[in-house]
């Protein structure tokens, strides 16, 4: 079991508030992702129909859609659709219709990307939540999504180091609206002084200043091998005992 560092006897902060995508794992798609990570989310989809997988027609696929992405109706469309399930199918259909796609496929673009994958998670994921149970730091999973993130966490065997999920859908508020952060810090019942949020996105993740609170913005996560959630771990003044 991870045990606190000799001379620590409490931890600078009692909670930790933690984006998902792009902190914990690395996103299924967006506008950079015409790759293999873009490309896996898109074959699957693709396989669900029974259609061809090929690299070049996931690429082809994967190109429509960034290219789709930048139109100025799609991005309004898309622009806080994580605040229920009912916007993000609608600014969803709205963006893969701009590129072209038929129904068939985007009913399974959609059902795939709600698909746990526990390889999208950092390597360092586990051991940094295991860390922060041990030292008695309660976390919530704060994260602008359109559907259940919880079945990520089991399948992954995650889901006993996390004390709340704050998910916009099931809130009908998104990031950057304080009023999501404080809904963490509710759930977790601690003062805004008391935690610290942890994203990727400055003006998103970012935005929990707004409601007081102490943020550590890393970079987005591009690799699961990846491994920057020491970073926490140091801001709570506590040991990765991994690293030296």
């Not at 998103?204 to 926490?232: C, F, M, N, S, W």
Request: hydrophobic fraction near 45%; include cysteine; charge should be negative.
């Amino acid at each position: 079991m991870t045990q606190l560092p000799p001379g620590r006897h409490s931890p600078t902060f009692k909670a930790a508030l933690l984006d998902w995508v792009g902190t914990l794992i690395v996103p299924k798609w967006g506008p950079d992702q015409a790759g293999p990570k873009g490309g896996a989310w898109i074959e699957g989809a693709l396989r669900r129909l029974g259609l061809d997988v090929s690299l070049s027609e996931a690429s082809r696929i994967s190109g429509a859609l960034n290219a789709a992405i930048g139109q100025p109706d799609v991005a309004q469309a898309m622009r806080g659709a994580d605040a229920s399930v009912e916007s993000y199918r609608a600014g969803f259909a709205r963006w893969v219709s701009a590129a072209g796609i038929d129904e068939a496929l985007r009913d399974a673009l959609y059902d795939e990307l709600a698909q746990p994958d526990v390889d999208l998670f950092a390597v360092d994921v586990e051991r940094t939540l295991a860390t922060l149970k041990a030292a008695g730091v309660r976390v919530a999973v704060v994260s602008d999504v359109h559907f259940d993130i919880r079945p990520w966490f089991v399948k992954a065997g995650l889901d006993g180091y996390v004390d709340r999920f704050v998910l916009s859908f099931e809130h009908g508020v998104c990031k950057p609206d304080p009023a999501i952060f404080r809904l963490a810090l509710d759930e977790l019942k601690v003062g805004p002084g008391e935690a610290l949020m942890v994203g990727d996105r400055s003006a998103y993740d970012g935005a929990a200043v707004e409601a007081g609170i102490a943020t550590l913005l890393l970079p987005p996560l591009a690799q699961a091998t990846v491994e920057r959630l020491h970073l926490v771990l140091a801001s709570c003044g506590l040991r990765d005992h991994v690293r030296p």
